[in-house]
């Protein structure tokens, strides 16, 4: 009886010796896979302003009683992601409409590391834009507005449809980010009147 006690303990201890005491794993994130740029051009008879955007994303009119034509969202799908376009025509209220633009900015400010400012300038083409860059986990990471000076004012905000995580969401980020630019870089105004616009 001693023997198997003696046993029995002696080969408890040796299981017990070799068990490694548990360790949580880091924080990590799913791996977003992204495709290569790709862009098309978008153009109407209706809005005064033409523009180049991701192949990988559609863009849908915002129609209802409140929005005012050439209002748009500009839909990633596979980040889950939109661009919110909103067009005004500059007439006597440019204050007012920087003003609303850099409130709509600076108003994520309380979630914000910090808020980036670059501006891109065109004299030939009359494209005077500035993009936002906020850094944090704000609930927009980039913001712009992009006017003529004179008549028209077009201004874009992103948003993520995800509670906002800037480590887990800086691959989409940087991609929405580069697409931005690269819609500044070809944006154009047209020769067109939007009577309906305002």
Not at 94 to 116: G, Q, W
Not at 147 to 158: A, E, P, Q
Request: proline fraction near 6%; hydrophobic fraction near 40%; aromatic fraction near 16%.
């Amino acid at each position: 009886m001693k023997k198997t006690i003696l046993l029995f303990i002696s080969i408890s201890l040796i299981f017990s010796a070799c068990e490694q005491t548990p360790t949580p794993k880091p924080t990590a994130y799913y791996r977003i896979t992204l495709p290569q740029p790709e862009y098309q051009i978008f153009k109407t008879d209706t809005c005064p302003f033409s523009f180049e955007y991701s192949v990988f994303a559609n863009i849908s009119p915002l129609k209802d009683a409140d929005n005012p034509p050439c209002w748009y969202d500009i839909n990633y799908k596979k980040f889950n992601a939109k661009i919110h376009l909103t067009f005004r025509k500059i007439d006597n209220n440019l204050d007012s409409l920087l003003d609303d633009s850099h409130t709509l900015v600076y108003k994520h400010v309380i979630k914000a590391d910090a808020i980036n400012v670059q501006d891109f300038i065109n004299d030939s083409l009359k494209i005077y834009a500035t993009v936002f860059y906020i850094q944090g986990n704000a609930a927009s990471p980039l913001q712009f507005q992009i006017m003529d000076s004179t008549k028209y004012f077009l201004r874009g905000s992103v948003y993520f449809n995800v509670t906002p995580n800037a480590d887990s969401l800086a691959p989409a980020i940087k991609f929405v980010e580069d697409d931005v630019k690269y819609f500044i870089e070809s944006f154009e105004w047209q020769n067109i009147l939007c009577d309906a616009c305002y």
